[in-house]
């Protein structure tokens, strides 16, 4: 096999090689797209349940404090008689 002949071969591989990863790249970055996609509505979604926990917990704080404020002045009631 004299040089030219493995330059051809060489260069064929190359070629073969070259098409393979740009269809990989291709299918790759659909997929990535995807997941992405995936991604967004899933953060999303927490985000909305983040929101929804602050208001539950903001709520659950009130709740407490008036408790708090309830039972207070029961011991000042209580501590008066």
Same mark, same amino acid.
């Given at each position: 096999?004299?040089?030219?002949? @493995?330059?051809?071969? #060489? %260069? #064929? /591989? !190359? ?5 393979? @990863? ?10 990535? +797209? =995807?997941?992405? +996609? %995936?991604? *967004?509505? $899933? @953060? !999303? #979604? /927490?985000?909305?349940?983040?929101? =929804? !926990? *602050?208001? =539950? /917990? &903001?709520? !659950?704080? *009130?709740? #407490? ?5 309830? =039972?207070?002045?029961?011991? *000042?009631? &209580? $501590?008066?008689?």
């Amino acid at each position: 096999m004299n040089f030219w002949e @493995l330059v051809a071969i #060489v %260069s #064929v /591989m !190359a070629t073969i090689l070259g098409v393979f @990863l740009t269809i990989y790249a291709i299918i790759n970055n659909r997929t990535l +797209k =995807e997941e992405a +996609k %995936s991604i *967004r509505e $899933i @953060l !999303a #979604v /927490m985000g909305q349940g983040q929101t =929804e !926990a *602050r208001k =539950e /917990m &903001a709520e !659950a704080v *009130r709740f #407490v404090a008036q408790l708090i404020r309830t =039972e207070g002045e029961k011991t *000042r009631e &209580a $501590i008066k008689v």
